[in-house]
């Protein structure tokens, strides 16, 4: 096995994540704590042993069935506050909650429920976060089981986060939908590079959404605690940048 991830930290700049139309999204220059700093330079693709995205299931659940939807009718995408979609002309308008949500109720209705029970406006990612925390581990609540470790996650399950604290930005959070088991990251013992499914304005690593923003795929990496195997901090460009502490809570959408 490989090093924990508690290096220098000399390595890599930050990067702030977009989620919900940020103004203005900063580079923090120091990391949160040392030991969540990345110590090298990402490796090429070709050695990070990531699945291709052929590999991916679209038919495992109702949620990667309606993701695998709009990737296949997909004609225009865009990253927006609003949201508008009109699947038979492949037009898919919404940022990273508004997507979640859209999707969730077509493929997860109680858990699309549960997530916007007792909310004024429709659920952000802050939302996402903190009610999927909330959520049992063993049992299903109200549509929603609530997944432990990095390395239990599945295709079709959520991943969410605050906004780190140090990123000045008026977005939550973010939210997006998994679509390959982890993987080991070259190198660490307790990092994961995961592809996802969400919809942003800033590039992931290895992004589908290139001189485009809105629905696309993406890796990023899941930082997690050693003895626990629960995720501490995340990657928004998988290797090639710092990662964040933040609360981030992994969840399992079922029919």
């Known amino acids: 096995m490989g090093p924990r991830l508690t290096l220098s930290a000399a390595a890599l700049l930050g990067l702030a994540a977009a989620c919900e139309t940020p103004k203005k999204s900063p580079l923090p220059q120091r990391p949160v704590r040392p030991e969540l700093t990345l110590a090298n330079a990402a490796p090429a693709r070709e050695d990070r042993r990531l699945p291709d995205d052929a590999a991916i299931d679209w038919s495992a659940t109702p949620v990667m069935e309606r993701l695998g ?61 903190r009610r999927i925390a909330r959520a049992p581990v063993e049992r299903v609540r109200g549509g929603w089981q609530r997944v432990a470790r990095v390395t239990d996650l599945r295709p079709g399950d959520v991943v969410a986060w605050l906004k780190p604290v140090e990123i000045e930005s008026p977005n939550t959070g973010h939210v997006a939908f998994v679509l390959l088991p982890p993987v080991l990251a070259p190198g660490y013992e307790n990092a994961y590079l995961v592809r996802i499914a969400d919809s ?50 992994l969840g399992r959408p079922l029919k």
């Not at 927006?80 to 979640?100: H, P």
């Not at 990023?220 to 998988?238: H, N, Y």
Request: aromatic residues 12%; positive net charge.
């Open 200 to 249: 942003t304005r800033l590039l992931h690593d290895d992004d589908t959404r290139v001189g485009r923003s809105g629905f696309g795929f993406g890796t990023i990496l899941l930082v997690a605690d050693p003895e626990t195997g629960a995720p501490v901090a995340f990657g928004w460009v998988g290797l090639r940048w710092r990662a964040f502490e933040t609360p981030i809570s």
């Open 69 to 129: 939807r709009i990737a296949s009718t997909l004609v225009e995408a865009e990253y927006t506050y609003g949201l508008s979609v009109n699947e038979k002309k492949g037009i898919y308008r919404f940022d990273c909650s508004g997507m979640a949500q859209w999707v969730l109720r077509r493929s997860a209705p109680v858990a699309a429920g549960t997530m916007a029970y007792g909310l004024s406006t429709r659920p952000l990612a802050r939302d996402f976060q």
